[in-house]
T-cell receptor, first 114, second 113 residues
Framework: DAGVTQSPTHLIKTRGQQVTLRCSPK?????VSWYQQALGQGPQFIFQ???????QRGNFPDRFSGHQFPNYSSELNVNALLLGDSALYLC?????????????FGPGTRLTVT | GQSLEQPSEVTAVEGAIVQINCTYQ??????LSWYQQHDGGAPTFLSY????GLEETGRFSSFLSRSDSYGYLLLQELQMKDSASYFC??????????????FGTGTRLTVIP
């Protein structure tokens, strides 16, 4: 049973650049949520995708955007990178919008902005 | 808005019992989840309480009191591998209306021999 996978594992970008992170959900799951986790903090909700639409969005600027594909995989795009965007980006999948209390997380992408 | 409070660090002895408390303030509430995260790893789901009372899953139990806006995670027969960060997370609408998980800052549990 394939779990949640994310790529790349690590990424180093320069301030002002753009980045795309990728996520494949756990087999059988159709809902993908993205989180940002700063060092020593809990994950912060960015947005959630279901049926290829952004269904929910946390308190993040429009520089953060995403997409969900017909196979339920998802991308997170961040434009005009800031130093403060350096964090671990986690993708989590669940079954349907109502299953959001039990989410399966991927290993994350460690983004460093210099 | 939403806020959750947990102790930042807890230390306990192998084989003992430890309780990690979580109090929350939220404008909307559907339930309280608990997640475990080892250093360098991904958060993993432990339990969910939507109703008052105790939920037991093996060595782990979780309790919720909606009237007190309080919950706790109880870990029994502690093992060294239980050393990790534990997050409580509220499921409910935030100030943007997003209905998803809002995580606390986590409790770092250290199990000593």
């Amino acid at each position: 049973d394939a779990g949640v996978t994310q790529s790349p594992t690590h990424l180093i970008k320069t301030r002002g650049q753009q980045v795309t992170l990728r996520c494949s959900p756990k087999s059988g799951h159709d809902t993908v949520s993205w989180y940002q986790q700063a060092l020593g903090q809990g994950p912060q909700f960015i947005f959630q995708y279901y049926e290829e639409e952004e269904r929910q969005r946390g308190n993040f600027p429009d520089r953060f955007s995403g997409h969900q594909f017909p196979n339920y995989s998802s991308e997170l795009n961040v434009n005009a990178l800031l130093l403060g965007d350096s964090a671990l980006y986690l993708c989590a999948s669940s079954l349907g919008l109502a299953g959001g209390y039990e989410q399966y997380f991927g290993p994350g992408t460690r983004l460093t902005v210099t | 808005g939403q806020s959750l409070e947990q102790p930042s660090e807890v230390t306990a002895v192998e084989g003992a019992i430890v309780q990690i408390n979580c109090t929350y303030q939220t404008s909307g509430f559907y339930g309280l989840s608990w997640y475990q995260q080892h250093d360098g790893g991904a958060p993993t789901f432990l339990s969910y309480n939507a109703l008052d009372g105790l939920e037991e899953t093996g060595r782990f139990s979780s309790f919720l009191s909606r009237s007190d806006s309080y919950g706790y995670l109880l870990l029994q027969e502690l093992q060294m591998k239980d050393s990790a960060s534990y997050f409580c997370a509220v499921r409910g609408p935030d100030q943007t209306g997003a209905n998803n998980l809002f995580f606390g800052t986590g409790t770092r549990l250290t199990v000593i021999p």
